[in-house]
């Protein structure tokens, strides 16, 4: 039984190290995109360049089973999409945010090859970088207020 988690293990590592040249390519790309559309806010066509190799490395990186990971990517291009619509609380907040997280994935994925499981709480302080960004929506209160009834003392 120890012999098939240690073979599990080494699949993972090997499948990680096959794929992250390709990971880091596509990060690469999706900075170049975030750094033109930083560059010029009013093109929100540059962010879909942006959202298309982080959806590519988001599969990836759920096919290796690496949560954490994906859940970063898919928080990164939340945050992206929130920016492009205006929906974020600050502009430049949102853009370091992406910026930091465009930088430290790669420096994950590397150290993850390294060790034997999924370090998440890795990534846990670039996932509360990129999710508060978004500005919240808040439901409207309701018009009237119902009065809580007074108790009354029991009968008995």
């Not at 073979?7 to 900075?31: M, N, S, T, Y």
């Not at 992206?80 to 619509?85: D, I, K, N, W, Y």
């Not at 465009?102 to 509360?128: F, I, M, S, T, W």
Request: charged residues 25%; aromatic residues 4%; hydrophobic residues 40%.
């Amino acid at each position: 039984m120890a012999t098939k988690v240690r073979i599990a293990e080494r699949h993972d590592k090997v499948a990680l190290a096959w794929v992250k040249g390709p990971i880091d390519d596509c990060l690469a790309q999706a900075r170049q995109a975030l750094e033109q559309f930083a560059g010029d806010a009013g093109d929100s066509q540059v962010l879909e360049r942006f959202d298309a190799p982080l959806r590519q490395v988001r599969g990836c990186l759920q096919m290796l089973e690496l949560e954490g990971a994906a859940l970063l990517t898919r928080e990164m291009q939340q945050l992206a999409q929130a920016l492009g619509e205006g929906r974020v609380a600050s502009r430049g907040d949102a853009l370091g945010a992406l910026f930091r997280a465009l930088e430290q994935l790669p420096q994950y994925l590397q150290r993850l090859r390294g060790a034997r499981h999924e370090l998440p709480l890795l990534v846990l302080p670039l996932l509360n970088r990129c999710a508060p960004r978004v500005a919240r929506r808040r439901w409207p209160r309701p018009a009237c207020r119902a009065s809580r009834p007074s108790p009354s003392p029991l009968r008995g």
